[in-house]
């Protein structure tokens, strides 16, 4: 298994331009979701998606949106790149809604983290 | 406020001693709490996953221990290794919460 896999893994951007960081999963889990890592700050939640077709929005959701056709791949779009949006992205996945669910203990996998710079 | 501090922020420590990491939360009501090791580049990789009834937990050399009542937990690491550096997250879950809380962290480093 390749576990989660995400492209690419640095990304440069000005100011206005858009993009798509590509997260994909080979374990058939059904939870995938999206997270930014900034420096003195905990990961924080973007989007997530509960199964194929459907997802929610997270912590943090504006400027960034989510599709979920296929249960493998969760891509996330950049609409309008600004510098705020500088950050480590990370993309995680789960058999279940890992830790919210009554009792769940499932785990969590983290993909390897995109790096982002707006410019 | 975030709902989970840990402490310290950073630490240094010689190779083959031991050392504990906290985390304190206020997230209620509480569903379990995880321990993620994060080197340096990487994705977060599980450590340990206690639920309420579990006070301790596991994973070689890593010990987790878990006071609900205080809300508290800390992770021990004992006979330290090169790579152990890292940082260490803690993680809590409420019951019908949207999301975990993730602690900012402890950046451990192991010289020799």
């Known amino acids: 298994n390749a576990g989660v896999t995400q492209t690419p893994k640095f990304q440069v951007l000005k100011t206005g331009q858009s993009m798509t960081l590509q997260c994909a999963q080979d374990m058939n889990h059904e939870y995938m979701s999206w997270y930014r890592q900034d420096p003195g700050m905990g990961l924080r939640l973007i989007h997530y998606s509960v199964g194929a077709g459907i997802t929610d929005q997270g912590e943090v959701p504006n400027g960034y949106n989510v599709s979920r056709s296929t249960t493998e791949d969760f891509p996330l779009r950049l609409l309008s790149a600004a510098p705020s949006q500088t950050s480590v992205y990370f993309c995680a996945s789960s058999y279940s809604r890992a830790g919210t669910d009554l009792d769940s203990t499932d785990t969590q996998y983290f993909g390897p983290g995109t790096r982002l710079t707006v410019l | 406020k975030n709902q989970v501090e840990q402490s310290p922020q950073s630490l240094i420590i010689l190779e083959g001693k031991n050392c504990t990491l906290q985390?304190?939360?206020?997230?209620?009501?509480?569903?379990?709490l995880r321990w993620y090791k994060q080197d340096t580049g990487r994705g977060p990789v599980s450590l340990t996953i206690?639920?309420?009834?579990?006070n301790t937990k596991s994973n070689g050399r890593y010990t987790a221990t878990l006071d609900a009542d205080t809300k508290q937990s800390s992770l021990h690491i004992t006979a330290s290794q090169l790579s152990d550096s890292a940082s260490y997250i803690c993680v809590v879950s409420g019951y019908n919460n949207n999301d975990m809380r993730f602690g900012a962290g402890t950046r451990l480093t192991v010289k020799p």
């Open positions: 206690m639920t309420f009834s579990e």
């Open positions: 985390c304190n939360y206020t997230v209620s009501p509480f569903s379990n």
